[in-house]
Protein backbone atom coordinates (compact mmCIF):
# COMPACT_ATOMS: atom_id res chain seq x y z
CA UNK A 1 0.00 0.00 0.00
CA UNK A 2 1.17 3.77 -0.67
CA UNK A 3 0.58 6.56 1.63
CA UNK A 4 -1.63 9.18 -0.28
CA UNK A 5 -2.60 11.29 3.13
CA UNK A 6 0.11 14.38 2.54
CA UNK A 7 2.16 15.12 5.10
CA UNK A 8 1.45 11.92 7.13
CA UNK A 9 5.18 10.83 7.26
CA UNK A 10 6.71 13.92 8.74
CA UNK A 11 3.81 14.61 11.21
CA UNK A 12 5.18 10.75 12.29
CA UNK A 13 8.62 11.91 12.81
CA UNK A 14 7.77 15.30 14.35
CA UNK A 15 5.59 13.22 17.05
CA UNK A 16 8.06 10.42 18.23
CA UNK A 17 11.00 13.20 18.43
CA UNK A 18 8.75 15.51 20.07
CA UNK A 19 6.89 13.07 22.92
CA UNK A 20 5.92 10.27 21.32
CA UNK A 21 3.49 8.30 19.80
CA UNK A 22 1.04 5.59 20.81
CA UNK A 23 1.40 2.21 19.25
CA UNK A 24 -1.48 -0.14 20.02
CA UNK A 25 -1.99 -4.11 19.32
CA UNK A 26 -4.87 -6.46 19.89
CA UNK A 27 -5.87 -9.33 20.84
CA UNK A 28 -7.94 -10.84 23.95
CA UNK A 29 -5.71 -7.84 26.04
CA UNK A 30 -5.78 -4.98 23.42
CA UNK A 31 -2.74 -2.67 25.12
CA UNK A 32 -0.75 0.67 23.83
CA UNK A 33 2.63 1.35 24.89
CA UNK A 34 4.40 5.08 23.94
CA UNK A 35 7.25 5.52 21.13
CA UNK A 36 9.88 7.45 20.61
CA UNK A 37 11.71 5.67 18.30
CA UNK A 38 10.90 4.75 14.62
CA UNK A 39 11.04 5.29 10.98
CA UNK A 40 9.21 5.00 8.09
CA UNK A 41 10.05 4.33 4.10
CA UNK A 42 9.99 2.31 1.27
CA UNK A 43 10.83 -1.52 1.49
CA UNK A 44 9.88 -4.01 -1.11
CA UNK A 45 8.13 -1.56 -3.03
CA UNK A 46 6.08 -0.77 -0.03
CA UNK A 47 5.73 1.89 2.71
CA UNK A 48 6.93 0.65 5.83
CA UNK A 49 7.28 1.71 9.24
CA UNK A 50 10.08 0.36 11.36
CA UNK A 51 9.21 0.51 15.27
CA UNK A 52 11.56 -0.97 18.01
CA UNK A 53 9.97 -2.51 20.78
CA UNK A 54 12.76 -3.97 23.74
CA UNK A 55 11.39 -7.82 25.20
CA UNK A 56 10.71 -6.95 28.72
CA UNK A 57 7.82 -4.87 27.22
CA UNK A 58 4.20 -6.51 27.17
CA UNK A 59 3.45 -5.12 23.83
CA UNK A 60 6.55 -7.16 22.41
CA UNK A 61 4.55 -10.31 24.07
CA UNK A 62 1.31 -9.66 21.91
CA UNK A 63 3.14 -8.82 18.91
CA UNK A 64 4.78 -11.37 18.79
CA UNK A 65 1.48 -13.31 18.37
CA UNK A 66 -0.98 -11.11 16.44
CA UNK A 67 1.99 -9.39 13.71
CA UNK A 68 -0.06 -5.90 13.57
CA UNK A 69 -0.27 -2.95 15.59
CA UNK A 70 -1.50 0.96 14.66
CA UNK A 71 0.48 3.89 15.61
CA UNK A 72 -1.50 6.55 16.63
CA UNK A 73 -0.14 10.38 16.97
CA UNK A 74 -1.79 13.25 18.61
CA UNK A 75 -2.91 16.33 16.78
CA UNK A 76 -1.08 19.34 17.56
CA UNK A 77 -3.66 21.45 19.41
CA UNK A 78 -4.21 18.39 21.54
CA UNK A 79 -0.60 16.85 22.71
CA UNK A 80 -1.64 14.17 24.79
CA UNK A 81 1.28 14.47 26.87
CA UNK A 82 -0.02 12.99 30.08
CA UNK A 83 -1.49 10.05 28.44
CA UNK A 84 1.93 9.33 26.36
CA UNK A 85 3.75 9.75 29.80
CA UNK A 86 1.49 7.47 31.28
CA UNK A 87 1.12 4.59 28.56
CA UNK A 88 5.22 4.99 28.69
CA UNK A 89 5.86 4.41 32.27
CA UNK A 90 2.98 1.64 32.85
CA UNK A 91 2.65 -1.38 31.72
CA UNK A 92 -0.60 -3.48 30.50
CA UNK A 93 0.94 -6.59 32.53
CA UNK A 94 0.02 -4.44 35.44
CA UNK A 95 -2.71 -2.16 34.27
CA UNK A 96 -5.39 -1.78 31.76
CA UNK A 97 -4.10 1.23 29.76
CA UNK A 98 -7.82 1.42 27.85
CA UNK A 99 -9.55 2.01 30.95
CA UNK A 100 -9.95 4.74 33.25
CA UNK A 101 -7.01 6.89 32.02
CA UNK A 102 -8.49 9.13 28.93
CA UNK A 103 -7.36 6.63 26.02
CA UNK A 104 -9.89 4.60 23.93
CA UNK A 105 -9.43 1.54 22.00
CA UNK A 106 -11.32 2.47 18.35
CA UNK A 107 -11.32 -0.33 15.84
CA UNK A 108 -9.52 -0.12 13.11
CA UNK A 109 -10.45 -0.63 9.59
CA UNK A 110 -8.10 -2.83 7.96
CA UNK A 111 -6.22 -4.75 11.84
CA UNK A 112 -6.88 -6.44 14.78
CA UNK A 113 -5.38 -4.12 16.75
CA UNK A 114 -7.18 -0.95 17.58
CA UNK A 115 -6.17 2.66 17.50
CA UNK A 116 -6.59 5.78 20.23
CA UNK A 117 -9.45 6.95 19.42
CA UNK A 118 -8.48 10.27 21.10
CA UNK A 119 -5.43 10.90 18.49
CA UNK A 120 -5.63 12.45 14.95
CA UNK A 121 -3.46 10.60 12.60
CA UNK A 122 -3.56 6.82 12.44
CA UNK A 123 -1.25 4.09 10.93
CA UNK A 124 -2.54 0.51 10.58
CA UNK A 125 0.73 -2.01 9.86
CA UNK A 126 0.99 -5.85 9.19
CA UNK A 127 4.45 -6.92 10.23
CA UNK A 128 6.16 -7.78 7.06
CA UNK A 129 9.72 -9.04 8.86
CA UNK A 130 11.22 -8.94 12.82
CA UNK A 131 14.66 -8.68 13.34
CA UNK A 132 16.93 -8.84 16.61
CA UNK A 133 20.06 -6.55 16.66
CA UNK A 134 23.16 -7.85 15.84
CA UNK A 135 26.47 -6.25 15.20
CA UNK A 136 25.98 -3.57 17.80
CA UNK A 137 27.94 -0.62 17.66
CA UNK A 138 30.53 -0.73 21.34
CA UNK A 139 29.58 3.22 21.76
CA UNK A 140 25.98 2.05 21.78
CA UNK A 141 25.83 -1.44 23.78
CA UNK A 142 26.79 -0.23 26.85
CA UNK A 143 24.42 3.19 27.51
CA UNK A 144 21.46 1.92 25.69
CA UNK A 145 21.46 -1.77 26.60
CA UNK A 146 22.93 -2.24 30.44
CA UNK A 147 20.96 -4.99 31.03
CA UNK A 148 20.96 -6.90 27.11
CA UNK A 149 17.46 -6.01 26.86
CA UNK A 150 17.96 -5.32 22.99
CA UNK A 151 14.98 -4.12 21.26
CA UNK A 152 13.33 -5.85 18.38
CA UNK A 153 12.97 -4.18 15.21
CA UNK A 154 9.25 -4.82 13.46
CA UNK A 155 9.32 -3.60 9.91
CA UNK A 156 5.89 -3.23 8.55
CA UNK A 157 3.52 -2.41 5.77
CA UNK A 158 1.69 0.49 6.50
CA UNK A 159 -1.94 -1.06 5.38
CA UNK A 160 -4.00 1.89 6.09
CA UNK A 161 -3.20 5.57 7.16
CA UNK A 162 -5.75 8.52 7.67
CA UNK A 163 -7.16 11.22 9.63
CA UNK A 164 -10.02 11.16 11.95
CA UNK A 165 -11.84 14.41 13.29
C1 LIG B 1 8.67 9.09 25.30
C2 LIG B 1 8.83 7.58 25.42
C3 LIG B 1 9.27 6.86 24.33
C4 LIG B 1 9.42 5.45 24.41
N1 LIG B 1 9.84 4.75 23.31
C5 LIG B 1 9.94 3.40 23.37
C6 LIG B 1 10.32 2.66 22.20
O1 LIG B 1 10.49 3.19 21.09
N2 LIG B 1 10.47 1.30 22.34
C7 LIG B 1 10.27 0.65 23.55
O2 LIG B 1 10.43 -0.58 23.61
N3 LIG B 1 9.89 1.35 24.66
C8 LIG B 1 9.71 2.69 24.59
N4 LIG B 1 9.28 3.40 25.69
C9 LIG B 1 8.99 2.68 26.94
C10 LIG B 1 7.61 1.99 26.92
O3 LIG B 1 6.61 2.84 26.40
C11 LIG B 1 7.24 1.59 28.36
O4 LIG B 1 8.20 0.69 28.87
C12 LIG B 1 5.83 1.04 28.48
O5 LIG B 1 5.46 1.09 29.85
C13 LIG B 1 5.71 -0.39 27.97
O6 LIG B 1 4.40 -0.79 28.16
P1 LIG B 1 3.90 -2.31 28.05
O7 LIG B 1 4.67 -3.13 29.07
O8 LIG B 1 2.43 -2.21 28.36
O9 LIG B 1 4.17 -2.76 26.66
C14 LIG B 1 9.13 4.79 25.62
C15 LIG B 1 8.67 5.52 26.73
C16 LIG B 1 8.51 6.89 26.63
C17 LIG B 1 8.01 7.67 27.83
Not at 60 to 89: C, K, M
Amino acid sequence: MRIVLPGAETRFIEAITHGGAFLSVGGPRPNTMTIGWGSIGDFWNRDVMTVAVRPSRFTHEILEREGEFTVSVPAADRPLSRELRFAGTVSGRDEDKFRGHGLTAAPAKSVGAPIVGECALHFECRVLCRTEMDHMDPGVLPRFYPDGDLHTLYLAEVVACYETK
